[in-house]
């Protein structure tokens, strides 16, 4: 499926504003591989994709996940968890996407998780900071960006972790895994 034809299968998955939220993440992932020296065609792709299944009934989102083996503790956990790990089944087996690059970049960009490759911190960091974003730490993880994937990352996974501690909810561990990896990698 050509491009073109890609974004106006998304656009119908979806309202307006969250289509506008895609066009944001396109554009700022494309922004971010080119000063972090990522493949930009494969940053607009994921980012055209990310969050296809995000409006799907989560019964469906959750049918996806255990028909085909996907991790089932997902289901243990928050419902905005599960859009990710079914937009990447549906890209592959729906969109006959391939490349796991991308695949991954848009299975892990709620999560994260450890060891993310470069394609996979520029769709997530970008989810966080795209023009439409407004959040109160959103301005400082876009001045973070001009210097460190990783550090406008480790503040975009603070605030969410924040979010949920807030209103008391779970968090999944691969969250926290993530945020220690990446501290890590910045030592
Ligand atoms: O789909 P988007 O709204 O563009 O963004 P996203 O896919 O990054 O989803 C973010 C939402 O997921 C945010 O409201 C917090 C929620 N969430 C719930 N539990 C977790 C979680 N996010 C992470 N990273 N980890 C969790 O455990
Ligand atoms: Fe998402
Ligand atoms: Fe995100
Ligand atoms: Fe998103």
New binding site residues.
Partial sequence: MNREKLIAAVKEQMPER?WL?TLG?METSVILAKRFGGDTEKADLAAIL??YC?YWPVQEQAKIIRDNALPQDLLQ??K??W??HAGAFIAKSQFGIVDEEVLDAIRY????REAMTLLDKIV?LA??MEPGRDFPSVDRIRELAEISLEQALIAG?DS??A??LAKG????P??IL?RNDLIQQIK
Avoid: A, M, P, Q
């Fill in positions: 969250r939220h993440v990310h969050d995000k956990f928050d905005e968890l859009h990710s960009h709620t999560s994260g997530c989810d966080y996974f969410t972790i979010f949920l909810k779970r968090i999944y691969l969250t993530t």
